[in-house]
């Protein structure tokens, strides 16, 4: 049982932080889709 | 099954004196469906001349000639493609072409296997990782491309903002005027980009092999590395051939993100074969001597294909 519960802790984990890598710069792209052009260019503060 | 059923279907031999009689009636049946199959057959066989056949004779003919897209033009046999050989700009396309190959195939290849082996099984969440780990291939490239761009912007992109705050590069890194930078950077998109579909491809396969194979390995004490390697590694054989291909070919048509990204530049640089076609059809007006580089680069992938398929094809068939 202790081996399924790690196996199943180590596929979350290893999903979520895979999750992160695939979806996170595609949320960011939406998020600058909101912002006003002459920002999305300047520098960041 | 499949013998018996043909075994079936088959006309039996027949002896004596009304052999010849039934041979007649059953050659008569044979030449009415082969009549009524290439009746059936003729639509498709339509769509295939005139959207592939025609169109590439008419390209390999193009290939011949010195066509200029307006004006007139005279058929000049080889000469393309025999300067084509001795032409710097063009060498260099296909080089970096393969370069860019050689450094993206092997890392689609292993994430896609790896992010496979995480999600083949129907777990609590697989669904929703096996849709976030596709939905870069889904956007599409030339999207990601412009976003990409945006982001690897000097100073105000997002990419030199992570990794200046990580120590990792400077906040003014011009990515895209740089060679080793730009390859770098495309590199890692289209290996983030590619490989949700890869993964797809080895899933579909990794879920057809039965469990009782899985099941008798674990009865014999087989750890999990020795289950990949004997197990699902020689059965997925014909799935990797396949993803393989789709990412050579891939790559060997790579334009959006190398147009949308660096131009081809600095210079030449990282300017992808097809990128070279484009120029020179386009931007150079010499339709005949592009041509003559789209059908150079059709020969080239067509037999890195067909090696592909040998090398990787599947045992059991040749020995049957």
Known sequence: VSRNRAGFVLYVTAGTLASIVFLLPLAWAVLRSFMPSNLVTQAPS | ?320
């Not at chain 2, 000049?76 to 300067?83: A, D, K, L, P, Q």
């Open chain 2, 1 to 320: 099954l499949i013998s018996q059923n043909e075994r079936l279907s088959r006309p039996r031999a027949v002896t004596g004196p009304r052999a010849g009689g039934h041979r007649t009636r059953w050659g008569r049946l044979g030449a009415k469906r082969a009549r009524t199959g290439m009746i059936l057959v003729s639509p498709a066989f339509a769509l295939v001349a005139v959207f592939v056949l025609f169109p590439l004779g008419f390209a390999v003919y193009i290939s011949l000639t010195d066509w200029p897209l307006i004006g007139p033009y005279r058929f000049i046999g080889g000469r393309n493609y025999s300067e084509l050989i001795h032409d710097p700009g063009f060498v260099h396309s296909v080089l970096f072409t393969l370069l860019y190959t050689a450094i993206v195939t092997g890392p689609i290849l292993v994430v896609g296997y790896a992010m496979a082996v995480l999600v083949r099984a129907n777990r609590r969440g697989s669904a929703f990782f096996r849709t976030a780990f596709f939905l870069p291939f889904i956007v599409g490239l030339a999207t990601e491309s412009f976003m990409l761009l945006l982001e690897l912007q000097p100073d105000s992109g997002a990419v030199n903002y992570v990794l200046s705050r990580l120590g990792l590069a400077h906040p003014g890194t011009a990515w895209t005027v740089n060679y080793g930078l730009a390859l770098t950077a495309i590199c890692v998109f289209v290996i983030w980009f590619a490989s949700g579909l890869t993964m797809m491809l080895l899933m579909a396969g990794m879920q057809g092999i039965p469990r009782e194979l899985y099941e008798s390995a674990d009865v014999d004490g087989a750890t999990w590395w020795q289950k990949e390697r004997r197990i699902t590694l020689p059965l997925l054989r014909r799935n990797i051939a396949l993803a393989l291909i789709i990412s050579v070919i891939g790559s060997f048509l790579a334009f959006n993100q190398f147009y949308i990204l660096t131009e081809g530049g600095p210079g030449t640089s990282t300017q992808p074969v097809v990128m070279w076609i484009y120029e020179e059809a386009f931007v150079q007006y010499h339709l005949g001597y592009a041509t003559a580089g789209a059908i150079a680069l059709v020969i080239v992938v067509g037999v890195i294909s067909a090696v592909q398929f040998y090398l990787l094809r599947d045992e059991r068939q040749v020995r049957r």
